[in-house]
């Protein structure tokens, strides 16, 4: 399992660009500037920002409908600057902003924390999978001489019946 160690933007300036840039959590980092916004939601990353004043009415539902639908279930971070704010059920999964002039000071500290989230979720996940590996095998072996002895039941109930049958001259 890979991860992606992105930040992605959409509707920030130039400036504001390298400015994300300078404060990428890591060196491994890359920035992804989007052109669209399908693009900062589709392509992977540990933090978006959104400047959601470059963002039509559309584009600004198709945010809310996705992470309505997720609730939450996600591992990056979305930082989302200006207006149209999200609604009131989706704050405590953005962090939401004026400008971004307000996170200027913090912006640092807001891509670690990012990262670090992210780390976690993706650590657990490895984890969980590996787990799972280890799990599937015996498992596999449980279901399949269930599987057997279910099939040796249903045999032995058949020939049960076909002897009572018989007994009875085929009467049942």
Known sequence: M?????????GLTDEENALVEENLPTRIYELYIADTPTDVIAIGCDAMIVNAAA??????DMFFDLYSQVDGCTNETVIWLDEPKPPKELRKFFKCYDSFDAIKDKLKYLLL???????????????LVNGLK????QASRHF???????????VAQR??????????GGMD
Do not use: M, W
């Not at 963002?55 to 600004?60: K, N």
């Not at 280890?134 to 095998?137: D, V």
């Not at 399949?144 to 249903?154: K, L, N, Y």
């Open 55 to 60: 963002l039509d009415q559309d584009s600004a």
């Open 2 to 10: 890979g991860k992606d160690y992105r930040v992605n933007t959409f």
């Open 134 to 137: 280890i799990l599937a095998p």
């Open 113 to 127: 924390t990012a990262h670090s989230k992210s780390k976690k979720a993706h650590e657990y996940s490895e984890k």
């Open 159 to 168: 020939t049960a019946l076909y002897r009572c049958s018989a007994s009875n």
């Open 144 to 154: 399949h001489a269930e599987a057997i002895g279910a099939d040796r039941a249903a």
